[in-house]
């Protein structure tokens, strides 16, 4: 067998992806490949996407998602988006079916170019994000970031949007704080049984907000649709916003809604930029345009 597939550099928003295309295949990318992957400047990515062949609730595609630390992810907005408009570059169609982790997951490309997921339905429940303990009232738990008694971050909203969440909200600008300190050990804490994202999140317009993200397995990013999504749907909770918004990650921007049936629809942009081969057992690469 060929060890080689195609692959395809892309970024939503600055989120860095790498969509691989498996669909010839019936193995799998190995995190050993992917740790490899991102590890090099050319193809160091936020989420690897391998697209699989069509599945009994995904006619489109199986999409198995990779951090760039080799450790799986239940989601990937910013990721789905690069697969649809990868999939449109071969086939030209702009309604697509996908399945992960077991989940469906519809997308599409709109005629204006930007590209719209529906993320599904947000959790709330303490044991559905999870957390190691009961809170009846996840829109805001206690948790403090910064010295006892004086901390410079407190109560977080928490949520799953196909994974777990934990947004800060912030008086001053996003790019103040510490993220890559406390980010990694907030990522880690006895909380958070499955790990967390983790987002600083500030209020710039009546539905407008900034963030910053703390990726679960891949570290700051530019851009998480799923923080984005996450931080739509607690600040709409807690009477901040409304229902639509214009979320500003450091890459760009997204337009979240959370619909009246309450699931979660994000649009946004996806930009190509190189094509190669790659084995997808060990990682090694060849760019080819």
């Known amino acids: 067998m060929n060890q080689n597939i195609a692959f395809a550099k892309m970024n939503g928003i600055g989120n860095k992806i790498i969509v691989a295309d498996m669909r010839a295949r019936a193995d799998h990318v190995t995190p050993a490949a992917a740790i490899a ?6 193809t160091h990515f936020d ?13 489109d595609a199986i999409i198995e998602i990779f951090n760039s630390d080799g450790s799986k992810a239940e989601a990937c907005g ?16 702009q309604d697509f079916s996908f399945e992960v ?17 529906n993320m599904g339905v947000p959790r709330f429940e ?24 004086d901390p410079i971050l407190h ?31 907030l990522e880690y804490h006895p909380l958070f049984p499955e790990r967390v994202n983790v987002t600083i999140a500030q209020q710039v317009g009546e539905d407008e907000l900034t ?4 990726e679960r397995g891949a570290g700051l990013t530019l851009a998480c649709g799923s923080a984005a ?36 629809v994000m649009t946004g942009a996806a930009e190509h930029e190189f094509d190669g081969v790659m084995d997808p057992l060990t990682g090694a690469w060849e760019r080819r345009s």
């Open 101 to 117: 982790e077991g989940q469906p997951l519809k997308a599409r490309l709109n005629d204006d170019g930007s590209i719209s997921v």
């Open 211 to 214: 963030i910053r993200t703390w």
């Open 47 to 59: 989420q690897l996407m391998a697209v699989h062949g069509p599945g009994p609730i995904g006619k």
């Open 126 to 149: 303490w044991d559905q994000i999870p957390l190691s303990e009961e809170f009846a009232d996840t829109s805001g738990i206690e948790l403090e970031v910064g010295p006892l008694g």
């Open 155 to 185: 109560t977080p909203s928490v949520a799953n949007i196909g994974n777990p969440h934990v947004i800060f909200w912030a008086e001053n600008d996003v790019n103040t704080y510490a993220l890559d300190k406390f980010g990694p050990m």
């Open 229 to 264: 999504c996450a931080a739509a749907v607690c600040a709409a909770r807690l009477g901040k916003t409304s229902r639509k918004v214009r979320i500003n990650p450091p890459g760009g921007s997204l337009d979240i809604e959370w619909r009246d049936d309450n699931f979660i």
């Open 78 to 93: 910013n990721g789905t988006r690069c697969v649809v408009q990868w999939l449109n570059r071969q086939t030209g169609g």
């Open 37 to 42: 992957l991102a590890a090099e400047t050319d």
